[in-house]
Every structure is written in C-alpha cells, then in structure tokens.
C-alpha cells in the first residue's frame, strides 16, 4: 500500500503556548476521507472542523482510490456505529462538539483512521483577525521516546491551518528517517499571521511561545 504523510494539529487560540500534532509517516493513501466545515466547506484530512450554529451537520464522505470499501466507523460522543460512505454527522448544540474519528478498510487491507475535533466558533466581529499560517517544530517523538530534538526551531507550512503543505512531508520523513506508516508527534508551537479582514493588510507575523507577549498587548 503506497502511503500519505499528514500532520494533524488541533485547534489553538493565540493565547496558547505550545501545541502538539499527529504526524502520520504516510506519501500516498489507498483510501480518502474528507471531513467538511458547514461554514465553508473547510476540509481537514485530521484537524479541525468549526461550526458557527446549530444544529450543525458534517459532511463525511469516504472514497478507495484501490480497492472496494468493506467497511466506514464513525465514532463520536462514546459510541461507534458504522456509517455509509457518504454520511452527515448532526451537532445538536455546543456541548455535544468534540472529536470524531472515521475508520476506513477496503477488500485490499488498507486502513485509514482520521480524527477532526469539531468545534464552536463565535462568528468573527472584527476587521483585525489571525490566521495559522504554520507550525515551529522543536521535538518529535514516537511515543514516549524523543526521536528528534531542534537546536532551533523548525518550520513547517500549513494549509487550512491544520494541514501539512504538500512540499513539507518529504522534509518531515527526512527528519525522522521513516516513512513507514507509522504515528508520530511533533511538539512545538503555532506560526499566525495578524491581518485586516477588509483590505487584507498584513500587520505581522507571530510564534505563538516566543511572541505571547506583543500578540496579547498589541491585539488583545
């Protein structure tokens, strides 16, 4: 089965510090599952998925690029159902958001687990705004174990803010000498970007860890 690399980064404000991801060693999938945003069809192959109000329904659609699907799983909430490949996830309220992860096999042995962690967005009210723009990688581990540690920080692109660009994964595997499938996690902290909504003026570029202080004084 030829393999994807994905880093999957959870949703953090800018007031955080240092934020944790998934990265799965994995160039190209025999199986695709798309997880999108009612809000503007914003797809994560594992990160985050908003929802401005509610009831609020997920698209999840599921597809083998080899293969034949055998079966889709869909747990959320503390239950596990099996779902058809094209599905709608209903959030009836705030409380109900949180992670939901889909689970894929096809008649070829392929497996494909995603997790999206749906969550409440206040719909924006202002013309300055952030947005995540990449990740300062400082550690990697495998488990318990610290496979990799920067003597500086190192910068990985994002796309939709939770999504490793396509021209980083083969530097990521590089780092960690693998490329066989297996999950791993890069320790470090966002990269946003302070803008004017209505004319997309660009006010700077932050690291959430090392640059808390100016993002919390100067943008409240």
């Known amino acids: 089965m030829i393999k994807k690399l994905i880093l999957a980064?959870?949703?953090v404000l800018v007031c955080c510090l240092l934020m944790s991801a998934k990265a799965f060693a994995l160039p190209e999938s025999d199986i695709a599952i798309n997880i999108a945003s009612p809000i503007d069809s914003l797809a994560s192959e594992s990160g985050v998925v908003a929802v401005e109000q509610f009831?609020?329904?997920?698209?999840?659609?599921?597809?083998?690029?080899?293969?034949?699907?055998?079966?889709?799983?869909?747990?959320?909430?503390?239950?596990?159902q099996a779902i058809t490949p094209n599905h709608t996830l209903t959030i009836e309220n705030k409380e109900a958001c949180g992670p939901c992860t889909v689970t894929a096999k096809t008649d070829e042995g392929a497996v494909?687990?995603?997790?999206a962690n749906v969550v409440f967005q206040v719909r924006a009210t202002y013309d300055t705004r952030?947005?995540?723009?990449?990740?300062?990688v400082k550690e990697i581990y495998e488990?318990?174990?610290?496979l990799k540690a920067f003597p500086e920080p190192q910068?990985?692109?994002?796309?939709?803010?939770?999504?490793?660009?396509?021209?980083?994964?083969?530097?990521?595997?590089?780092?960690?000498?693998r490329c066989d499938g297996g999950t791993y996690t890069l320790k470090g902290s966002l990269v946003v970007e302070i803008y004017g909504f209505a004319s997309?003026?660009?006010?700077?570029?932050?690291d959430t860890d090392t640059d808390f202080e100016p993002l919390t004084t100067r943008y409240g």
């Open 130 to 136: 952030y947005r995540t723009v990449g990740m300062n």
């Open 9 to 11: 980064i959870p949703l």
């Open 155 to 177: 910068r990985v692109g994002l796309v939709s803010a939770n999504t490793v660009a396509d021209h980083e994964q083969e530097r990521i595997a590089a780092w960690i000498n």
């Open 200 to 206: 997309g003026k660009l006010y700077g570029t932050y």
């Open 55 to 80: 009831p609020a329904r997920i698209a999840i659609n599921t597809t083998a690029k080899t293969g034949s699907l055998t079966e889709v799983r869909l747990e959320y909430g503390g239950q596990s």
């Open 143 to 146: 488990g318990e174990t610290l």
């Open 112 to 115: 494909l687990v995603v997790t």
